[in-house]
């Protein structure tokens, strides 16, 4: 992460971790994160590669991901239209840190 | 990390997302994780430093990080009571990724 302004605060930082929580929490959203990686796929491809996720789950929890500013959303007026998603460059600047978020789940298997 | 299963899953993981995501999510316990970091305290002072939580509020989640096996708790049978909080090697070994997640909330801040 190299922003300047990758400096971890001394102390705990609430606002930090609330900001942080709306990213990863969620039972999809870090696993859609993930899944997306550095890739850009189309919505019919991520519903593809995540059939247990219902049509209205998956446009919740994209639609929320791109508010956040970690994934961006295209529409292209084609017909039919095409929408793609990709990772925004700060969602890539937070997938190393959200990859190894996995680690923890190792050690409390 | 240094345990030898610390190895990232290729793709991404459910189980492991899931499990971590019990040690991360809810509006205090990564906090309270966070706090309490490499320190042994006493619940009177955690409670101390977490004037914004009740009673009822803290004590669950400390029950909760306990069982997940990243807190543990020690009881001394003096009077009155002592009752003291420390990370488990696991919840050591978790503390410098549960520090990055802030790094996250800067991100999109």
Chains 1, 2 share one sequence.
Do not use: F, H
Request: charged share 20%.
């Amino acid at each position: 992460m190299s922003s300047d302004r990758s400096e971890l605060p001394p102390e705990p930082d609430l606002l930090l971790i609330t900001n942080a929580l709306s990213v990863i929490c969620g039972k999809w959203r870090l696993y859609i994160i993930l899944l997306l990686n550095e890739q850009t796929l189309r919505y019919s491809q991520l519903s593809d590669l995540l059939p247990e996720v219902s049509e209205k789950v998956l446009a919740s929890e994209l639609k929320a991901l791109v508010s956040l500013g970690i994934m961006k959303r295209e529409a292209y007026a084609e017909i039919p239209p095409r929408v793609e998603y990709s990772l925004t460059p700060q969602g890539r600047m937070a997938l190393p840190i959200l990859r190894q978020i996995q680690l923890i789940g190792q050690l409390i298997q």
